[in-house]
């Protein structure tokens, strides 16, 4: 047997390099400063840093760019750069005769006449304001001839882990869901001297590898079993790290990946490990992707941080729960609808959708049964009604799919009104729809959605391709169905997002989930509604509570009808003071709950109020508020009280003290307050008694699993080396 596997491995190995060397997509950069006059030529990236850090379950990410204007005019100019799943813009920074300025959160349409005000007097004056789905455009006015400017952007977001691997993605590809806007985005697309990504990830649990797929000039170093770091650095375009070249290396990172995906034993991979992998960042055309992964039979656990200041009336906290491995294989034979995108947004994902819906083609079971839709101005069924998997219908699928071009608009309803009404309602069944979901043609609206699958008792499993994608669409049906969304991003290992989302869909879930806390009081838990919880996914809860003291935590569900309870009991600190991040990550996740609600019930102004109310006082740029900066003189001159700038100083002195401190070591049931003296006490017993789900134990069966692949592969590499 030991022999057998290593030959399979080999015969993988020749020919994934040879697959991987092709897979290469066109696309747009984003984060360019550009003039609004076109006449004028584009400004010049001098400088791009970036500064993560990922600790006490949310990531911090500062921005910090600076621009040349080779023009001989003052001008104006606009930087517009997508924001990751979940993240909040909580601070702008222009610097003004070389002072750092922070900005502030004003009602939206007041921010933008006091910009204009500031502009037309000639005064330094910027904004950011949410433009669409979840891209943000700052404009900055004047840019001095001939000089440098420099724009900070800080964003917020959790840190979520799914089956024990953890991912941040750093976005600069265009999102492309604009067809007008490819023609505008020909600007600079390289940093002219110094582009620098440092990233330190301090874990309460161990963590035993990190990587980034595709960057071999990364330097990934392993301070601790729990706190790891990530340097790029390039200037000129040239890397500052001496990285290995020739096939030896590439054909290592497609190997190293492979194993890595399966979760293979480390003596069985074919290539001793090495720290870098993949090709040079050169430019800022692709997603920078980080990926850590838990040790090995890292308990469940439920984690809490809270933020109390002492006099104020009200404290802020985060549980994060990480159930056990309880959720049973499922066996019998299921039928499956793919339903795929090929609207003209695509263009530059296609390569990515097909490659995924292909390879979960290929873990279909015997007894299952697939059938493929696509829609863009209109639907249409790729297959001839249901036909059952085998290999040979796979591979006569796989090539119809990979045949069809892009292009034509989004009728996101039509395809899923076609997939619904092909369901055998005798059958266990599930719709994988692919798509970035900006639908314009047809039913655009999310609550025409939603009463379409009320009609239907189906699951619908959401990969969500693009930067700018409709995620609060796609990821409110796939929620309302009781199904899960899954961002991609065409810098993602595709192998481990296809292992993350087969894993869960072949696996049963917690359904009519709810929490309930109790002991305390408590107020604005978020999210309002939880529906379902798939295997390796973690709960995120959030909330506010009056005064510390026992909490008693409930989670209860349905698992295949039948009724479970985990329950825990743990301390709330009277005060903490370490992380007032935590009031912003709340306040963001109340405004999304309640846009969700606007979404569904229709617009109510006293919703409209309480969100703009949240992130005025919180600083937070959303759909209602947006950021100004101008002179330091014109704030006052305008009344504006300087909310943000204090709240950015008490971050960053926390962050400062968190940094001095060694990273925690988690407490299974909960965690305590990093960075306060007034630490949760423990449970005395832990809420899940199994260990996470991982994806470790892959062994012969994925192997055999990959063998099925290889055709595929190929097909998909040598199309897209024609098409390069």
């Known amino acids: 047997m030991r022999h057998s596997t290593l030959a399979l491995k080999n015969l993988l ?9 092709g897979l290469l997509n066109i696309s747009h950069a984003a984060g360019l400063l550009t003039p609004v006059d076109a006449s004028y030529k584009s400004l010049e990236i001098r400088d791009h840093l970036v500064d993560v850090t990922i600790q006490d379950g949310f990531v911090i990410t500062n921005v910090d760019q600076v621009f040349t204007n080779p023009n001989p005019v003052d001008l104006e100019a606009v930087y ?11 601070n702008l920074m222009v610097w003004i005769d070389g002072q750092p300025i922070t900005g502030e ?25 949410q433009k669409g789905f979840r ?28 089956t024990g691997i953890g991912r941040y993605v750093y976005p600069l590809e265009e999102g492309g869901t604009d067809e007008n806007k490819l023609s505008f985005w020909t600007a600079t697309e390289s940093v002219q001297e110094l582009f620098r990504f440092e990233l330190t990830l301090r874990s309460g649990f161990p963590v035993d590898a990190v990587r980034l797929p595709g960057i071999a000039d990364a330097v990934v170093s392993q301070v601790s079993d729990r706190e790891w770091t990530v340097l790029i650095e390039r200037r000129g375009g040239v890397s500052q790290i001496s ?43 692709r997603d920078l992707v980080v990926y850590w992964r838990l040790a090995p ?103 119809v799919v990979s045949s069809v071009q892009p292009g034509g608009g989004t009728n996101l309803y039509a395809g899923l009104e076609k997939a619904v009404r092909a369901l055998d309602k005798d059958r266990t069944a599930g719709i994988v729809l692919v798509s970035d979901g900006v639908a314009n043609v047809g039913e655009t609206q999310r609550r025409g959605f939603l009463k379409l699958l009320e009609r239907y008792d189906i699951r619908l499993f959401t990969f969500i391709l693009g930067n700018e994608a409709n995620r609060p669409l796609l990821k409110a049906l796939a929620k309302h169905s009781n199904g899960f969304a899954i961002n991609i991003s065409n810098s993602d290992d595709i192998v481990g997002k296809l292992l993350e989302a087969t894993s869960k869909i072949q696996h049963q879930a917690m359904h009519d989930v709810s929490v309930s806390i109790s002991g305390v009081r408590t107020t604005n ?40 309870n985990y329950t825990t009991r743990f301390q709330l600190p009277e005060t903490s003071t370490g992380i007032p991040e935590l009031e912003r990550l709340w306040a963001y996740a109340k405004i999304r709950d309640l846009e969700d609600q606007q979404e569904l019930l229709g617009r109510s102004e006293d919703r409209a109020q309480a969100i703009t109310d949240l992130a005025v006082e919180h600083s937070i740029v959303s759909g209602n508020t947006s950021m100004v900066v101008m002179r330091e003189e014109q704030f006052a001159a305008y009344d ?38 007034a630490a949760a006490k423990p449970a005395s017993e832990p809420m899940f008694q199994n260990s996470r789900p991982s994806y470790s134990g892959g062994g012969s069966s994925d192997l055999m699993w990959l063998m099925l692949l290889l055709p595929l592969l190929l097909i998909s590499g040598l199309r897209k080396r024609a098409e390069s």
Do not use: C
Not at 13 to 21: H, I, P, R, T
Not at 106 to 125: H, L, S, T
């Open 105 to 129: 959160v004003v009602e939206k349409q007041r921010a933008r006449e006091i910009y204009e005000q500031e502009r037309q007097a000639g005064r330094d004056a910027g904004i950011t304001e």
């Open 243 to 285: 990285t290995p070249s020739g096939s030896e290396s590439d054909e290592h990172t497609v190997v190293q990946e492979l194993t890595e995906g399966l979760g293979l034993e480390t003596e069985e991979n074919i290539l001793p490990p090495t720290p870098t992998q993949g090709n040079s960042v050169s430019d800022l055309t």
């Open 80 to 90: 517009s750069f997508p924001i990751p799943d979940q993240a909040a813009v909580s």
């Open 13 to 21: 190995k020749s020919a994934l390099v040879f697959v991987f060397a």
């Open 640 to 677: 504006i009280q300087r909310r943000n700038q204090k709240r950015v100083e008490k971050e960053i002195a926390a962050q400062s003290a968190r940094t001095q401190k060694p990273v925690a070591q988690r407490a299974v049931a909960v965690t305590g307050n990093a960075g306060s003296s």
């Open 525 to 564: 838990i978020t999210p309002k509604s939880i529906r379902s919880l798939y295997r390796g996914e973690q709960l995120i809860v959030m909330g506010q509570y009056w005064e510390g003291g026992e909490v008693i935590v409930d989670l209860d569900a349905k698992i295949s009808g039948q009724k479970v």
């Open 135 to 162: 891209r943000f455009e700052t404009s900055v006015s004047p840019v001095r001839a001939n000089s440098n400017t420099r724009v900070k952007i800080q964003y917020l977001q959790p840190a979520r882990l799914d």
């Open 297 to 399: 039979n890292t308990p469940g656990s439920l984690e809490m941080t809270a933020y109390r200041e002492p006099g104020k009336s009200k404290g802020t906290f985060m549980m994060v729960m990480s159930p056990g491995d309880d959720l049973a294989h499922i066996e019998e034979g299921r039928d499956w609808v793919f339903v795929l995108d090929v609207s003209g947004s695509m263009g530059g994902k296609y390569a990515t959708l097909a490659d995924g819906v292909r390879r979960a083609m290929t873990k279909m079971r015997p007894g299952d049964r697939f059938r493929l839709i696509t829609f863009n101005n209109n639907a249409r069924e790729l297959t001839p009604g249901w036909v059952g998997f085998s290999e040979s219908s796979v591979q006569e699928f796989s090539s």
